[in-house]
């Protein structure tokens, strides 16, 4: 039977709630805004009585059988699956979830080596093997994006025994991977396709955008529509489609994560997020696809920068590219795209999505307005002629990167004994926390990888590049597997 989208079941009973005058003997201790502080003077009374913990009616988000129930079937209607998962965690949660789900410990899963490191946590959490895709490494922009079909079969094909492939649609930069053969391979294979959706929430919603996880065939798919549908931050769905998927484990691996109170906001933002980007993506986003076009073209006018969109991901060995982003090159200016960012926030109060050594981005949604492109591409005249006047030399992308051997497997590492060594005496020792480098946002070695001395160079060479670099341990130390005690671990070898 079709679905009525223009209905909202869990934000309709929410709104009922609020207005019933119920008295509030229950959390949260705000009594629906009866308890005053500074925030409701400026967000509103309403905002907290909306703010409901699980009252009668309301249904119960960790085993739905009523509102939330009938919100997550439009959901998954909407987004072409068969069902959904509300989640209040974030895909940070989903990607957990998702991984955790599918994989038992010693279980292998293949993944881009440039994944979230809720990816990573999820193979500490769960036990499993990471068997680790290398991403296509673009040059000129210094940083790790999709990844190429012919790598990903290459491991499929050399890791039969694997559960499942895991898969970024799209990259942050906007970039897809070819999914779908990806998911055809796959499942030829017996392998599940799981995918980190976090910046792909609109793609079902227009044909002129890539193909989105459930088209595509995958069998999950963790979506952030809070970053590009407009839901409040940390809503997140997980979709489903198909035979391969255990809903009870999944279910159960979901409640061990979520919180027993959710927040009735963010359930409620879900709900009615869906129903506007139902009929109002496939109206609105050739709109916001032109705009972002002709935004790309302005910038390619301004001296010495460069907006880079379909074509030129393209050339360098796309499947297909999320046109509502905007990725402007800025370091031929001789500044990196960090002093951009800093200066259109400072000089011209533009916030933008991120910044790496070379580029920014900014990430559009139908919520973005021709004012606010407009803002951007004068700000950028301005930034352009402030630092052409100094005629700075270019700086030169360089990516260097060194794939390190795994000793062990990143559950084990997490959970042995750990030292704290400078990083110049951790040579051939193992790994006991991630380094992250951005750019090009790859991890340089995670829990249960050798640390090598190429490894170290590769870190000092990004150190001296002005990459960010994060790790639990700071000032030049790392934490280690301290050998000597490990031993006495080895009766948890099963873990
Ligand atoms: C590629 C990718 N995956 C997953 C996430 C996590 O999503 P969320 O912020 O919804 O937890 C992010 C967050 O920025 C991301 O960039």
Redesign the pocket.
Known sequence: MEKDHRSTPFYTKLLEYAYSNTTPLDVPGHKLGALHNDMMDVAGEMMFKLDANAPRGLDNLNRPTGVIKEAAELMADAFGAEKAYFLT???????LAMIMSVCRAKEKVILPRN??K??INALILSGAVPIFVAPYLDHELGIANHMDYKEVEKAILENPDAKAVFV?NP??FGVASDLKGIVDLAHEKDMMVIV?E??GSHLPFSPLLPQSSMEAGADMS?C?L??TVGSL??S?ILITQGPRVDHIRLRSTINMIQSTSPSSLLLASLDVARKTIYFEGPKQMPHLIEMAHQTREKINQIHGLKAVGTSYFMKNKAYDYDETKIIVKVSDLGITGFDVYKELFDEHHIQLELAETHLILAVLSIGTKQSDLDHLVEALKVVSEKYSAMQLSPLQPKIKYTYPEAYTRPREAYHAPKKYVPLNQAVDEIAAESIMIYPPGIPIVIPGEIVSQDILDDLDFYQQQGSVILSDTEGGYIKIIDKEYWMKWEDDEDL
Do not use: F, P
């Open positions: 965690g974030g895909t940070t949660m989903g990607i994944v979230h809720s990816a970024i990259t942050y980190d976090a910046h963790s952030s809070h970053k931050t940390q997140s």
